[in-house]
């Protein structure tokens, strides 16, 4: 029979397909041949048989070699397909972040130029608020040149009414000294200076036989002792000069009842216009 052991066991190992093909082939063959087939020619099919069975093992190890490489094949593309599908994320992931990253510079753009508009706007405030402070540097300073200018007419105005309140005690006071405290003046009041400083009243009085230098002030409102600070100046100078007997006196407009009371513990003579009308 053709089917040996051998012959069996490589058809066993065919893909099914196949050894279906070579078994209906030796079944033609063995039934061809029947009994007449001589012992020669079955050694030599036989021999070729075998050596077709040989040879299909060896097809059968290139199949298989070769499935194991598509098998090797088919897994590198798998990979390969993945890698693909990941470095299509990431493109993605990148397009997105560079999407973000335009939008996140147009808006930076669009800051920058908010930035640079409200700038503007600050130096262009800063521009009119330093030419509101010139124009209000130069409207105090007129103002001060007008205030300085009004001191001055003040002053002139303050010093023309002493004046002439002490024009007024020049002619008055000698009567009215005369009439309410008996001091009698010798020589007539004047205004006058003493080593450079200005006295405005001063004269020579007798009282009771006694003589005296009548020094003093003229002031249009007595309202602080810190006047008499001043008069006692005068007091010593004209007692450095002159020596003898210094009478002070302060003539005034109006005089406080308080500095009245000081003026009297302290020997000061107050005299006010109203007095002597």
Known sequence: MIFSAELMEALEELEPSARQVFIKVFKALEKSLGEVVRREDFLELKAVVEGLARRLEELTDSVNHLTERITE?????????????????????????QKHSEQRLT??????????????????????????????????????????????????????????????????????????????????????????????????????????????????????????????????LVKEVYGGEVLPIVVTHFARPKVLERAEKEGILVVQSFEWI
């Open 107 to 236: 808006n930076l753009e669009q800051t920058m130029a908010e930035l640079a508009e409200a700038q503007r706007k600050t130096e262009q405030r800063v521009n009119e608020l330093a030419e509101a402070q010139r124009r209000t540097e130069e409207a105090v300073t007129r103002l001060a040149r007008g205030l300085e200018n009004t001191r001055s007419e003040l002053g002139g105005l303050s010093r023309s009414v002493s004046y002439a309140l002490e024009n007024e005690a020049f002619r008055y006071l000698p009567r009215y000294l005369k009439t309410r405290y008996g001091i009698e003046v010798v020589d007539r009041i004047v205004r006058t200076y003493l080593k450079g400083r200005e006295v405005n009243i001063f004269g020579r009085v007798r009282q009771d036989g006694r003589e005296m230098y009548l020094v003093g002030e003229a002031v249009l409102r007595l309202e602080k002792a810190t006047k008499f600070r001043q008069l006692k100046e005068m007091v010593s």
């Open 73 to 97: 094949l088919a897994e590198a593309q798998r990979r390969t397909e993945q890698e693909i599908s990941d470095l299509r994320g990431t493109v993605r992931e990148l397009t997105e972040a």
